[in-house]
């Protein structure tokens, strides 16, 4: 667990603002960047994923911001909406096995 | 539709017992990961298969974890004899190993407690 390293380990952030998530790893040989939402009492869903060879990827509201020299990721939600409150996780990982960050429990209130 | 079924969702045993824990993964995917979260220690990755064949359980405790599938529809996770500590959610999650961009479906977990 620790070749990720994943921030904050919580976040509260207001309806319609920016919540934004990190993720720093250590293995290179990762190639495969992705995040993980995760509802109470649910299995993780895999929310969007990027790959080493773009920098940013936006899918709706979410977006993957990658820096391959600083070995990190980022998530981004913009118009966070109390939906999104939920538990957040990257996952780098690769032809092998996926090694999940520690989560993030993030709450928008209205 | 297709999801990854594991069974049961909640246990609750006594120490010492045995307890067996059931995965069935999408059809058609090759790779089963076998993982356990806790608040402390997140998700943590106990052990994966491809094509059946167990590729890495170095997240287990060997003593008393064992994991197995039978069948291309079947993998199991047994814990003997349970302790108190063991007392996680257990996530069954499978995937098209084998390519780079191997998402991870997962199941709805077995809450299990251990008294």
């Known amino acids: 667990q620790q070749q990720v390293k994943q921030s904050p380990q919580s976040l509260i952030v207001q309806k319609g603002g920016i919540s934004i998530i990190n993720c720093a790893y250590e293995?290179?040989?990762?190639?495969?960047f992705p995040w993980y939402q995760q509802f109470p009492g649910k299995g993780p869903a895999l929310l969007i994923a990027i790959r080493p060879d773009v920098s940013e990827k936006k899918e709706g509201r979410f977006t993957i911001s990658f820096n391959k020299s600083a070995k990190q990721f980022s998530l981004h939600i913009m118009d966070s909406q109390p939906g999104d409150s939920a538990t957040y996780f990257c996952?780098?990982?690769?032809?092998?096995?996926?090694?999940f960050g520690i989560g993030t429990k993030l709450q928008v209130i209205p | 539709d297709a999801r990854v079924t594991q069974t049961p969702r909640h246990k609750v045993t006594e120490m010492g017992q045995e307890v067996t824990m059931r995965c069935q993964p999408i059809l058609g995917h090759n790779t089963v990961f076998w993982y356990r979260q806790t608040m402390m220690q997140g998700l943590e990755l106990l052990a994966y298969?491809?094509?059946?064949?167990?590729?890495?359980d170095s997240g287990m405790p060997k003593d008393r974890f064992s994991a197995e599938m039978p069948d291309a529809t079947l993998a199991t996770l047994k814990i003997q004899p349970s302790e108190p500590r063991d007392s996680a959610v257990y996530f069954c999650a499978s995937g098209l190993g084998g390519t780079v961009n191997t998402e991870a479906f997962f199941g709805q977990g077995t809450r299990l407690t251990v008294v």
């Open positions: 996952a780098p990982g690769g032809y092998q096995k996926v090694t």
């Open positions: 298969f491809r094509n059946r064949a167990p590729l890495d």
């Open positions: 293995n290179t040989a990762f190639d495969y």
